[in-house]
């Protein structure tokens, strides 16, 4: 339970994001959404790795509790950071 498992596609697609990379980044997580008009399974989050990397990462949990990265990506997209709404500047 609460296991993380990070996809062989994603160092495949993204050559420097390594499996490790991602599920540091999933654990060090600064924001994450659930996805509620797709899956409430599927997270969208944002998070940094070993190396100091903002990554974006689509993550979905399973009936036993743990979790699947089966998307990284750095630097996050502006579409992700729209989502997770970390593009707003605070009101002073």
């Known amino acids: ?3 993380v498992f990070v996809d062989d596609r994603v160092p ?3 050559p420097s994001i390594s499996k490790e990379d991602a599920a540091t980044a999933w654990m060090n997580c600064i924001k994450s959404l659930p996805r509620l008009d797709k899956n409430p399974d599927e997270y969208l ?3 940094t790795d070993g190396k100091g990397r903002l990554l ?3 993550v979905i949990r399973n009936k036993e509790g743990d ?3 089966y ?3 750095t630097p996050p997209t502006e579409n992700a950071i729209r989502e ?5 500047k ?3």
């Open 71 to 73: 998307h990284a990506v």
């Open 56 to 58: 974006e990462l689509v």
């Open 84 to 88: 997770l709404q970390m593009d707003r």
């Open 90 to 92: 605070k009101k002073q």
């Open 45 to 47: 989050a944002i998070g």
């Open 1 to 3: 339970m609460d296991q």
């Open 12 to 14: 495949y697609r993204h």
């Open 67 to 69: 979790w699947l990265i």
